[in-house]
């Protein structure tokens, strides 16, 4: 069912001094920050030749990301993003398996204007899952 991995998202305690991190010292390409408030994020991308990589900072004041950053203050890997061809199918799929669908189980737009949802990290092995519906290849 899953295709490709889309991203790894790392939260970070300072988003300047970790964008300046991928770009100065492993000379990646990163875009400025770009609010998502559905989200309760600020996003950096970074973008490699196989994936992305997703520095997250929380924006207002129920950021799903704050919680784990007081229990990880240095920051860390916060979720994986896996591609699915049919999101609904995908979260019927899942659900029927037992895997807890997170908020109100239907999609939302993601920063890459994208339909995606969350899967509990308990149920996967302790790692936060986004899937992320994207076309089917020609
Ligand atoms: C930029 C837009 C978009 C995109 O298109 O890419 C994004 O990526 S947005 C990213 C931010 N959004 C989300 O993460 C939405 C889904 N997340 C959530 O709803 C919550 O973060 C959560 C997963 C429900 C956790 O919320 P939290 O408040 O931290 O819950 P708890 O404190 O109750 O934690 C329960 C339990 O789970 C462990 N945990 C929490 N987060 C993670 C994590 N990221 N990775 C691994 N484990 C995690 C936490 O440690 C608790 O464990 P125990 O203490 O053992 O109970
Ligand atoms: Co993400």
């Known amino acids: ?10 939260a970070v305690p300072d988003l300047s001094s970790a964008t300046a991190l ?3 010292t492993l000379g990646a390409k990163v875009s400025a920050p770009i609010d998502q408030p559905d989200h309760g994020v600020t996003v950096v991308f970074v973008e490699l030749p196989n994936t992305k990589i997703e520095l997250l900072y929380p924006l207002g004041e129920k950021s799903p990301i704050a919680n784990f950053l007081e ?10 993003c ?3 061809e049919d999101i609904l199918a995908a979260r019927d799929k899942l659900k029927a398996e037992g895997a807890r669908v997170l908020g109100d189980g239907n999609p939302k737009i993601g920063a890459h204007g994208l339909p995606v949802l969350f899967l509990h990290p308990k ?5 936060l899952v986004e899937i992320e519906e994207v076309a089917k290849a020609a």
């Open 1 to 10: 069912m899953i295709g490709r991995l889309n991203h790894i998202a790392l």
């Open 71 to 80: 229990r990880n203050p240095g920051g860390g890997i916060h979720h994986v």
């Open 123 to 127: 149920d996967f092995l302790g790692t």
């Open 82 to 84: 896996y591609e699915v």
């Open 22 to 24: 991928y770009r100065d």
